[in-house]
């Protein structure tokens, strides 16, 4: 009674789950990467990383004109969405530095659609000076990667019929542009753009957390605006040792026609069910404890804990369980004599299961039986085999999140739209660039021409040229 009191204490533990590392192979590649990613940031834990996700209720597109005006409201509500910690007021926008710049595309995009909307909505026309096509806009001639913003988009059809409107010149400050005239007909939306429809918009808000203090910031940040991470969820739940616990009883029951004590009950029960319970759950401890040295942090802890489980359940059974059956062979009702077991309705459940069983053994003990049996064998373990060999285990987000998580559907989102689309591999120069250096330059060079050159990549949304400067980073699209 003792030991089972010390496993009150499992009601108050809080299981979580280590998402973001603790499905990460101790020996993964990405571990690496991600220490190399905190010596070059010099911080001690990553960048706060958020993505916000913009979907309308409808399924409709996202750039309307009322959808666009509510997206505006939701990034600024994100910026400067103010939680109070210790008399300080910690706000997004105030500790932003260096990512600052997170919404400056959305901002472009919205600043410049309103005029063009504005302006057809007032005046019937729209200004070829704001060029919002996708994948790139071009804004007096500054080009906007609207593909990092805007997914699962559906460009207009080119319709032929249409008849083409001579365009009127219209005098503006520094250059002339085009007024297009537009069909009041036709949705807004898609005259002022080339997109008929978007799924979804998505911004990447980043926290630098150079220090003890803004990384605490952030961390309250973070768990006000995700208010479902305060929710204890379990992932695993166990029932360990139930096998057992029925063999123990059937094996007692079996045993209320003879004439024993309790103690001597006991003894027959733990010498006919004994080794089978030790037999099983050595073995399963066994099979826990191989999964115990895995690389996985969280399946390591999921199989020590599972074999600890194992353990203490079979000491309960032979210390506990036990006890309380031979304590309850006081409340046992009496064995019903023979003209009471073969009659009524009880007689009836005997003789029909009596009757079952002889009909299956007769079934399988027939030869024909037994060959197909054993050729049913063989192509199952063929099958097994062949499936073993073959098998390619992957583990994601989606069979790692619990079904009733609010992030399978933010994750089903960025798996089925966003990194189809759109993904930029981040590459670290941990050693000084030294521009003078021929032989450097041209290997940086060779490098970046190496990677445009792959099968799946998109290009470069900036190209820099030799002589320019280095300031920042070629962005690929991968």
Same mark, same amino acid.
């Given at each position: 009674?003792?030991?089972?009191?010390?496993?009150?204490?499992?009601?108050?533990?809080?299981?979580?789950?280590?998402?973001?590392?603790?499905?990460?192979?101790?020996?993964?590649?990405?571990?690496y990467?991600?220490?190399?990613?905190?010596?070059?940031?010099? /911080?001690?834990?990553?960048?706060?990383?958020?993505?916000?996700?913009?979907?309308?209720?409808?399924?409709?597109?996202?750039?309307?004109?009322? =959808?666009?005006?509510?997206?505006?409201?939701?990034? @600024?509500?994100?910026?400067?969405?103010?939680?109070?910690?210790?008399?300080?007021?910690?706000?997004?926008?105030k500790? #932003?530095?260096?990512?600052?710049?997170?919404?400056?595309?959305f901002?472009?995009?919205?600043?410049y659609? +309103?005029?063009?909307?504005?302006?057809a909505?007032?005046?019937?026309?729209?200004?070829?000076?704001?060029?919002?096509?996708?994948?790139?806009?071009?804004?007096? $001639?500054?080009?906007?990667?609207l593909?990092?913003?805007?997914? $699962?988009?559906?460009?207009?059809?080119p319709?032929?019929?249409?008849?083409?409107?001579?365009p009127?010149?219209?005098?503006?400050?520094f250059?002339?542009?085009? +007024?297009?005239?537009?069909?009041?007909t036709?949705?807004?939306?898609?005259?002022?753009?080339?997109?008929?429809?978007?799924?979804?918009?998505?911004?990447? =808000?980043?926290?630098?957390?150079?220090?003890?203090?803004?990384?605490?910031? %952030?961390?309250?940040?973070?768990?006000g605006?995700? @208010?479902?991470?305060?929710?204890?969820?379990?992932?695993?739940?166990?029932v360990?040792?139930?096998?057992?616990?029925?063999?123990?009883?059937?094996?007692?029951?079996?045993m209320?026609?003879?004439?024993?004590?309790?103690?001597?009950?006991?003894?027959?029960?733990?010498?006919?069910?004994?080794?089978?319970? /030790?037999?099983?759950?050595?073995?399963?401890m066994?099979?826990?404890?191989?999964?115990?040295?895995?690389?996985?942090?969280?399946?390591?802890?999921? #199989?020590m804990?599972s074999?600890?489980?194992?353990l203490?359940?079979?000491?309960?059974?032979?210390?506990? %369980?036990?006890?309380?059956?031979a304590?309850?062979?006081?409340?046992?009702?009496?064995?019903e004599?023979?003209?009471?077991?073969?009659?009524?309705?009880?007689?009836?459940?005997?003789?029909?299961?009596?009757?079952?069983?002889?009909?299956?053994?007769?079934?399988?003990?027939?030869?024909?039986?037994?060959a197909?049996?054993?050729?049913?064998?063989?192509i199952?373990? $063929?099958?097994?085999?062949?499936?073993?060999?073959?098998?390619?285990?992957?583990?994601?987000?989606?069979?790692?999140?619990?079904?009733?998580?609010?992030?399978?559907?933010?994750?089903s989102?960025?798996?089925?739209?966003?990194?189809?689309?759109?993904?930029?591999?981040? %590459?670290?120069?941990?050693?000084?660039?030294?521009?003078?250096?021929?032989?450097? /330059?041209?290997? %940086?060079? +060779?490098?970046?021409?190496?990677?445009?050159?792959?099968? =799946? #990549?998109? $290009? /470069?949304?900036?190209?820099?040229?030799?002589?320019?400067?280095?300031?920042?980073?070629?962005?690929?699209?991968c």
């Amino acid at each position: 009674m003792l030991i089972s009191l010390t496993s009150y204490g499992m009601y108050n533990i809080d299981l979580r789950d280590s998402i973001r590392e603790g499905y990460t192979a101790l020996d993964a590649p990405s571990r690496y990467e991600t220490q190399a990613r905190r010596e070059f940031l010099d /911080t001690p834990v990553d960048p706060m990383e958020m993505i916000l996700l913009l979907l309308s209720k409808d399924r409709g597109s996202m750039h309307r004109k009322a =959808l666009l005006d509510e997206a505006a409201t939701i990034v @600024d509500l994100v910026y400067n969405m103010t939680f109070i910690y210790e008399s300080r007021s910690l706000t997004y926008e105030k500790m #932003c530095s260096p990512y600052c710049f997170s919404r400056n595309l959305f901002n472009g995009f919205k600043h410049y659609y +309103d005029v063009n909307h504005r302006s057809a909505t007032k005046y019937g026309t729209w200004s070829d000076l704001y060029n919002l096509s996708y994948p790139f806009a071009s804004i007096w $001639g500054v080009r906007l990667p609207l593909e990092q913003l805007m997914f $699962g988009v559906v460009l207009k059809r080119p319709n032929i019929s249409d008849v083409p409107v001579e365009p009127k010149k219209v005098k503006r400050f520094f250059d002339f542009g085009n +007024d297009i005239p537009v069909d009041r007909t036709k949705p807004l939306e898609s005259q002022i753009t080339n997109m008929e429809h978007v799924e979804l918009l998505v911004l990447y =808000l980043y926290g630098f957390k150079n220090t003890t203090e803004i990384e605490r910031g %952030f961390t309250i940040w973070e768990l006000g605006i995700h @208010d479902w991470t305060k929710r204890g969820e379990f992932y695993f739940k166990e029932v360990s040792g139930v096998d057992a616990l029925f063999l123990m009883m059937f094996s007692w029951q079996k045993m209320i026609e003879f004439d024993y004590t309790p103690s001597g009950r006991l003894g027959m029960v733990f010498e006919e069910c004994g080794p089978s319970i /030790t037999i099983t759950s050595v073995t399963n401890m066994l099979a826990f404890s191989i999964g115990a040295i895995t690389p996985t942090p969280e399946v390591r802890i999921f #199989c020590m804990g599972s074999g600890i489980a194992m353990l203490m359940t079979y000491v309960y059974q032979l210390i506990l %369980f036990g006890p309380v059956l031979a304590i309850a062979t006081s409340y046992e009702s009496k064995l019903e004599d023979e003209e009471q077991a073969t009659s009524g309705f009880r007689a009836l459940i005997n003789l029909t299961f009596m009757t079952l069983l002889r009909a299956h053994c007769a079934f399988i003990g027939r030869t024909e039986v037994a060959a197909i049996v054993f050729v049913l064998t063989i192509i199952y373990l $063929g099958f097994s085999i062949q499936g073993v060999v073959t098998m390619k285990t992957r583990l994601d987000s989606a069979k790692i999140l619990p079904l009733e998580s609010e992030l399978r559907r933010p994750n089903s989102l960025l798996m089925d739209y966003v990194w189809k689309e759109h993904l930029s591999p981040t %590459f670290l120069v941990n050693n000084r660039f030294n521009l003078t250096d021929t032989n450097l /330059t041209r290997q %940086f060079w +060779d490098v970046l021409r190496e990677l445009e050159s792959l099968s =799946l #990549c998109k $290009g /470069t949304t900036m190209k820099v040229t030799p002589g320019r400067k280095l300031s920042g980073s070629t962005p690929l699209e991968c």
